[in-house]
């Protein structure tokens, strides 16, 4: 027989039989409304332990949402309108099974309603109103209602505030979306947050693993309060609108400090505003975490204990430069070598280093803290990157007269770095004397740990990897299925692929005759140099990733 579930919480010691009598009394005298109801609006048991007791009483599975990560794939599955109409929030997929969170396991029509709508079988679990109410806005984005309420549009309420207090109660809204848009990204593991004015609505979008995906978009009209509320936070004029902006906002979210690096630009539809959240745990990153092939980082180690020279390390914004060159400089960063940067900006303090931030404005460009830098007798130098010819010329020399020097070029591989500075206007003949090596590399999606699984690529993938049949035959092919711990997508977090180019004899040549970066490649293959292809193809056939991910970051050379 089915207990009651009053006798539930008393079991569960969620209440006492005094509270569940009382309970019962409201419902006698005319109260209608279910006893977990009536529990929860006198305050004695919270909406949580009413569901599990529910749960317990329907033999359902309950379902804590504040710990679940739903895929994005499962999310779409049901309709934003029929979710908060009905207070159910789609789970996980398995197979032709999609499990729901309901609050009311009695509500069967809204059972058979999923089962035609997504032409799927329905696993009822049990969640709480509230934590429905709250996934709901954490996936689909705030409703217009809800938004509405927030801001303060409701007459009646309005009505009785003076203005002061409307201003006042608005602010605090604005703060709390604003810190909620954070937040979200935070929970995702976003490394960028993108807010973009369009025509008619404010578009979110958070990058997660390289890649972007759009959050339900906000109305037209928090534009202007949001916008201005970040530039507050990154200590940004709030009053120019006609110019490129950079600011910084640091923030505590729950018990977690939160660094954003703040770009605005004005657009057709007003300024677009991009968050860049630096993550703290990359300066626990050493050399060996980076995804180097044995043969490269044994190399590589090598190159960075010499006493001279120039290394560059090339790529796209986003690609990890400043990660890979943040922990080669924790793993020199000893007592006994003195390093120092230049950077702009400075993105993580690191400890026992000296940092420089370029200041434009005042004249503390690259060319002159270099200068500065050369006086402060350094053993190892790190330039944020080679901008122009003057700043190309002063690295090289510090090469020459002793110094290790570290620096960022922007090139699509490593032998395109040599014909760029010359094209810049460094001499052929210091270009070919000072630089040690060039490191070209890519971030890419690693299969999740969770779900994947073997699989056998299409021919035509591993022919384009430049992959030969002797080298896929014995492959360990795998892919991500998708999951909950991956949100769907079968892929969770990144890994580089690198190209790491040794300058000798023949290169140096090469670079004194200012040959192609065609000629270049083809002497440093010869070399024993992989290319990004060939490192991205090695880890395919390790099953750290999958074909489609090489060949949506680097394609083999024809």
Not at 49 to 62: K, P
Not at 149 to 168: H, K
Not at 224 to 249: F, H, S, T, Y
Request: with cysteine; glycine share 6%; charged share 25%.
């Amino acid at each position: 027989m089915r207990k009651f579930l009053g006798e539930l919480l008393v079991e569960m010691e969620a209440a006492t039989e005094g509270e569940i009598k009382s309970a019962l009394a409201k419902q006698m005298d005319g109260d209608k409304r279910p006893i977990g109801q009536i529990l929860v609006e006198l305050g004695t048991v919270s909406p949580e332990n009413v569901a599990r007791a529910l749960a317990e009483q329907f033999d359902l599975r309950y379902i804590d949402l504040e710990t679940y990560d739903i895929p994005a794939s499962v999310i779409r599955l049901i309709d934003e309108a029929l979710c908060r109409e009905r207070k159910v929030i789609p789970v996980s997929l398995a197979g032709r099974m999609l499990t729901v969170a309901m609050a009311n396991p009695l509500d069967l029509e809204l059972v058979d309603t999923l089962r035609f709508s997504t032409s799927l079988q329905i696993e009822v679990a049990l969640s709480s109103e509230r934590q429905i109410a709250v996934t709901i806005d954490k996936y689909f984005g705030l409703s217009e209602s809800k938004i509405d309420q927030m801001m303060g549009d409701m007459t009646t309420d309005i009505s009785v505030r003076t203005a002061d207090e409307t201003q006042e109660k608005d602010d605090a809204l604005i703060i709390k979306f604003v810190q909620q848009i954070i937040q979200n990204a935070d929970n995702n593991r976003a490394s960028d947050i993108h807010v973009e004015p369009m025509q008619d609505s404010l578009r979110i979008r958070y990058r997660i693993d390289g890649v972007c995906f759009t959050m339900d978009p906000a109305p037209k009209r928090l534009q202007g309060p949001v916008i201005q509320r970040l530039k507050i936070m990154a200590d940004m004029p709030i009053e120019e609108k006609r110019k490129p902006l950079d600011g910084r906002i640091k923030l505590k979210l729950k018990d977690k400090r939160i660094d954003l690096r703040v770009s605005s630009l004005p657009s057709v539809w007003g300024e677009s505003i991009v968050m860049r959240i630096l993550d703290s745990a990359n300066l626990k990153h050493s050399v060996e975490d980076m995804g180097f092939d044995p043969a490269d980082m044994k190399i590589f180690t090598g190159l960075i204990k010499r006493p001279n020279g120039i290394i560059l390390v090339t790529g796209p914004t986003g690609s990890g430069k400043t990660t890979t060159l943040y922990a080669t400089l924790n793993s020199l960063n000893t007592v006994d070598r003195k390093i120092i940067t230049a950077e702009d900006p400075v993105e993580y303090n690191l400890p026992g280093i000296n940092q420089c931030q370029v200041h434009s404005k005042i004249g503390l460009d690259f060319p002159r803290i270099l200068r500065a830098m050369l006086r402060q007798a350094p053993n190892v130098i790190l330039v944020g990157e080679i901008r122009d010819a003057e700043t190309a010329q002063i690295a090289i020399q510090a090469s020459l007269t002793g110094h290790l020097v570290f620096s960022t070029l922007h090139t699509n591989d490593a032998p395109s770095a040599i014909t760029r500075l010359i094209d810049m206007g460094v001499q052929p003949f210091l270009v070919a004397t000072s630089i040690q090596a060039i490191l070209a590399q890519r971030l890419i999606r690693v299969n999740c740990p969770k779900c994947s699984e073997p699989y056998e690529p299409e021919i035509k993938q591993l022919i384009g990897l430049g992959l030969k049949p002797e080298q896929w035959k014995n492959g360990n092919f795998k892919r991500g299925k998708g999951c909950d711990h991956c949100k769907g997508s079968g892929y969770r977090g990144r890994r580089g692929i690198f190209e790491l180019m040794v300058m000798n004899k023949h290169i140096r040549e090469l670079a004194f005759n200012k040959a192609t970066a065609s000629d270049v490649r083809k002497a440093a293959v010869a070399n024993g140099m992989a290319t990004l292809a060939m490192d991205g193809a090695r880890k395919v056939l390790q099953g750290i990733t999958t074909a489609d991910e090489i060949l949506r970051m680097a394609k083999a050379e024809e």
